[in-house]
């Protein structure tokens, strides 16, 4: 395996949304992810936007605002952003900007619901991950209320 995969692999199983995947499921999600990047300022998605990609956040921070511009909360690397809307189908609920450029990986929502079907064991692992993820979220923004 080229020395790069490798290294992002190993990044990988230390991602939240990763934990307890075996690295040959981790290369099966890897296998759908694009890289993306955004500079310090950019709208990363709107209030209202579709909800169709989940956002693995590899490098620099993101701050998730409410219409009136207040922080629900400030997302550091090896975060996600999205799993209410790719769990629930909905449009997005909130506002992401880049605090700094920033750079990471998404999945399609389209793409988890081909690799849920196809592997059924990997998409529960995949939805577990996210409903922990998300009441760890959900805690702390309701602390910081």
């Known amino acids: 395996m080229p020395d790069g995969k490798k290294n992002l692999i190993d990044l990988l199983v230390r991602i939240p949304l990763f934990e307890s995947l075996v690295p040959q499921e981790c290369r099966r999600v890897l296998a759908l992810c694009k890289r993306i990047a955004f500079m310090e300022g950019d709208v990363i998605f709107e209030i209202g936007d579709p909800g169709t990609r989940l956002i693995i956040l590899l490098q620099g921070s993101v701050t998730i605002e409410l219409g009136n511009g207040q922080e629900l909360a400030r997302l550091e690397p090896i975060d996600t952003i999205g799993e209410m809307e790719i769990a629930s ?8 900007v880049a605090l700094t450029d ?36 959900l805690a702390a923004i309701n602390t910081k209320l």
């Open 102 to 137: 920033i750079s990471g990986m998404i999945i399609s929502q389209n793409d988890l619901d081909i690799l849920f079907a196809q592997d059924a064991v990997l998409g529960v692992k995949l939805l577990k991950n996210i409903v922990n993820s998300l009441a760890g979220k």
């Open 89 to 96: 189908n909905h449009s997005r609920y909130a506002r992401a």
